[in-house]
């Protein structure tokens, strides 16, 4: 499947609290997406098709030279397409070019794809939250990377992948 990664657009957020309730059992609102990308310290990108139909979004946080991937989520019918590792590695991108030397993240310990997807782009388990999610209640994992100089540079505003 092609697809392009975009910012995320309050125009979005409809479709975003929709994949959002089909992904995540405790859903964050679509006023909890509007706040965040109103904070400038927010990275938001959405994963769009050829009609610039929202297929999946990520949202990351920047804290000085840290930075934490919040939410990242794909349409169930796009899932297992590439989508997921695309916005993951745009979200990076978008992170390093914005001063991110680390970034972090938080996964339910059972979402073993996510997992999966998280080791792929060179995150590693750095310990677990109990009781970290709740509905239903879950330890999460806490994994990190670190920014190198590998980190490709791209100061383009829309990526390709697929």
Same mark, same amino acid.
């Given at each position: 499947m092609d697809a392009s990664l975009r910012p995320l657009h309050p125009s979005d957020l409809a479709r975003v609290a929709e994949i959002e309730r089909h992904t995540f059992s405790d859903p964050w609102s679509a006023a909890a997406f509007r706040d965040a990308l /109103?904070?400038?310290?927010?990275?938001?990108? *959405?994963?769009?098709?050829?009609?610039?139909?929202?297929?999946?979004?990520?949202?990351?946080?920047?804290?000085?030279?840290?930075?934490?991937?919040?939410?990242? *989520?794909?349409?169930?019918?796009?899932?297992?397409?590439?989508?997921? *590792?695309g916005l993951l590695e745009g979200m990076l991108e978008e992170l390093h070019r914005a001063g991110a030397r680390s970034v972090f993240l938080e996964v339910r310990r059972s979402n073993e794809a996510a997992i999966?997807?998280?080791?792929?782009?060179?995150?590693?388990?750095?310990?677990?939250?109990?009781?970290?999610?709740?509905?239903?209640?879950?330890? /999460?994992?806490?994994m990190g990377r670190f920014?190198?100089?590998?980190?490709?540079?791209?100061?383009?505003?829309?990526?390709?992948?697929?």
């Open positions: /109103a904070q400038p310290h927010v990275r938001a990108l *959405a994963a769009v098709d050829e009609r610039d139909a929202v297929l999946g979004y990520t949202v990351g946080m920047l804290a000085a030279d840290e930075a934490e991937v919040l939410n990242i *989520a794909v349409d169930p019918p796009a899932r297992g397409k590439g989508v997921g *590792a999966r997807l998280y080791r792929r782009s060179g995150f590693e388990i750095l310990g677990a939250r109990p009781d970290y999610y709740r509905q239903p209640r879950e330890d /999460a994992l806490t920014l190198g100089p590998e980190a490709q540079e791209n100061d383009e505003e829309v990526h390709q992948f697929g």
